[in-house]
């Protein structure tokens, strides 16, 4: 009988053991779940607000654009209403229509497209396009994907833009001939899709001008995390990245052009503004550095961000017409 019950004991014992061990083995598992539920939680959220800021951020409108272009002096409404343009529509490989102004001038086979930043449209361009025509080159102005009047559903800051920029330059060596000179002018998010064009796709016009790119998308959402919303970026950027490319099909490491800058051989005129803090000068420095072959550089005294030109005027003027004399031939 004292065997009996020691053995009754033990059994006892061991199932109270194993209800207890389970019932803790449940509250971890829980707590588990809920972690796991917090953090894909706020993967979701951090993702989708991330990749909504990126793909569609906010545009200017052509009011908004010609009033400060007309307010700061750099074009008048009659230069607008009485430019004596072309109206391009040149067909995307991503099913929409690319519009832009071809604003020729000249009856020599020289060219120069104009690439815009992001918010902005071809209006913003108007004042480069003034620059060149004064030095008898024709001019083309389009919109980017989802910019003015073109078509096109999210922002890729350079990544789906480069290919229809390839489509741009086809357009004008289809309808001029491949002998034609061309050259590309890109500002900011226009100047980093200049340069994947020309490093990833092909080299194919004869010189660039590029005014203020970022070197490395990762790079410059690192320092504007940091600097405009005071995040540390290991928290946002690889659950963002995850949502850019279910999103829209791309890695944030797609956009670099300073991991292709070794592939353009043609010249390129590097300028950007000692004082812009949205896009740091640096970064205009390493794609310097790491350019190959003929090239040239202007860090403007004053400005901010895409400002060179209008802050200064002469400096800007006066190195592309080095460039050109050094560069490009007539």
């Known amino acids: 009988m004292e065997n009996h019950l020691k053995k009754d004991i033990i059994k006892v014992t061991y199932s109270f053991r194993i209800i207890i061990e389970g019932a803790f083995f449940m509250k ?41 272009e007309t307010r700061e002096g750099r074009l008048t409404l009659d230069e607008v209403h009485s430019l004596k343009k072309e109206d391009v529509l040149i067909q995307s490989r991503f099913g929409y229509m690319i519009k832009g102004w071809l604003v020729k001038e000249s009856e020599q086979k020289k060219f120069i497209i104009i690439s815009h930043g992001v918010t902005q449209n071809k209006l913003n361009s108007i004042k480069y396009m003034k620059l060149f025509l004064e030095r008898n080159w024709n001019v083309l102005l389009y919109d980017h994907r989802r910019h003015g009047e073109t078509g096109g559903r999210t922002t890729s800051y350079g990544h789906y833009e480069k290919y229809d920029l390839e489509s741009v330059v086809n357009w004008i060596k289809d309808k001029y001939g491949d002998d034609s000179t061309i050259g590309i002018h890109g500002e900011s998010m226009g100047a980093v899709t200049t340069l994947l064009y020309a490093g990833m796709i092909e080299d194919g016009a004869d010189f660039y001008i590029v005014d203020c790119p970022f070197s490395d998308f990762e790079a410059q959402l690192k320092y504007l995390l940091k600097v405009d919303y005071k995040l540390p970026a290991p928290l946002v950027l690889p659950f963002a990245n995850v949502f850019l490319k279910l999103r829209d099909g791309y890695s944030i490491k797609d956009v670099s052009p300073v991991s292709v800058i070794q592939n353009i051989k043609n010249p390129i005129l590097f300028i950007h503004s000692a004082k812009d803090d949205y896009i740091l000068p640096e970064m205009t420095m390493e794609l310097y550095k790491m350019k190959e072959g003929p090239k040239q550089m202007l860090i403007t005294e004053k400005g901010k961000h895409a400002y060179s030109f209008a802050d200064n005027k002469e400096a800007y003027e006066k190195v592309i017409d080095d460039f050109f004399k050094k560069y490009v031939r007539d």
């Open 28 to 68: 971890r598992l829980r707590k588990i779940l809920i972690f796991l539920g917090i953090f894909v939680g706020y993967m979701a959220t951090i993702g989708m607000i991330f990749t909504n800021i990126v793909m569609f951020m906010k545009k200017k409108t052509d009011d908004e654009i010609l009033a400060r």
